[in-house]
């Protein structure tokens, strides 16, 4: 580069140079949209923290789910609220569980739309945790034999990838071994890989009801603080047998983001959550920020941070938006 003469705003002054030389596209394909899944019938309620955002009954969902599909988006991420929550999260991988039916009707209504089944057992708990409790703890490996089970009911249902996100050690490997032994071979899983102990999914947990009743998640989510560390758990989880590997939550973590998809390569996920997707509906409801330019422009950050994929409240808004594009 010659600093005497190179001039950055020849290139920046007319829309056509901007095209011709803009680093990082959005599309449509990177995108997936996360539901909430409810019993009942008619169903349709909204969320409180998420404005845009409802709990689902199957019947309701399903066309949602349709309108997602026509908007280009290929795939859908599930989140099961069970009717009764117990200490051994029973619905969680039960034939009939919310999750289960939801799968089933999803595959047989709108079958080319993928269906990706957030793996976890706080939903279902009555006290919340991601795992089981005892000794004071959060026991890992008999958490890993339940998330197992679950894992195994979603790929019975129909569910195209798994996705863990309860943090438990040792669980890709555990889940892998368990769907392979099934016949699975061919079901890829997704791993919230670096999810960290974050604020930020607190509408999350008021929609799922899934606020831990007793201390938090500190013990197996991750400290905000560690960077090094979600190397080190990408690096585990990709040895273990994922297949696609996330970081959550997203913008305060890009550099997380930048890292992960430098260093390993792998195809890479980001979660805008919950927490995020609220902040931006409260400022852009009372006037502060302009949804639409703030929206896409967390999405570009997000791709351009090194993200093949966003999981994102928004998702359906943007392909709305870029399809105006077009
Ligand atoms: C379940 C799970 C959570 C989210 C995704 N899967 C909640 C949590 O860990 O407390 C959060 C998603 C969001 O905030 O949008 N473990």
Known sequence: MNLSTYRPRRLREKEPFRRMIRETVLSVDSLIMPYFVVHGQNICSKINAMPGIFHFSIDRLIEDVKETQGLGIPAV??????????????????????????????????????????????????????????????????????????????????????????????????????????????????????KYASAFYGPFRQAAQSTPAFSDRQGYQMDPANIQEASREVELDIWEGADIVMVKPGLAYMDVVWQIKQRFGYPTAVYNVSGEYAMVKAASQAGFIDEKKVVMEIMLGMRRAGADIIISYHAKDVAGWLRQRE
């Open 77 to 194: 991420l599930l989140f099961g609220l069970p009717d009764i929550k117990d200490e051994a999260a029973s619905e969680a991988y039960a034939e009939n569980g919310i999750i289960q039916q939801a799968v089933r009707a999803i595959k047989s209504a709108v079958p080319d739309i993928m269906v990706i089944t957030d793996v976890c057992l706080c939903e279902y708990t009555s006290h919340g945790h991601c795992g089981i409790p005892g000794d004071g703890r959060i026991l890992n490996d008999e958490s890993v034999e339940l998330l197992v089970r679950i894992a195994l009911s979603h790929a019975r249902a129909g569910a195209d990838m798994i996705a863990p996100s309860d943090m438990m050690d040792g669980r890709i490997k555990a889940i892998r071994h368990g769907l392979d032994l099934a016949g699975y071979t061919h079901i890829p899983i997704m791993s919230y890989a670096a």
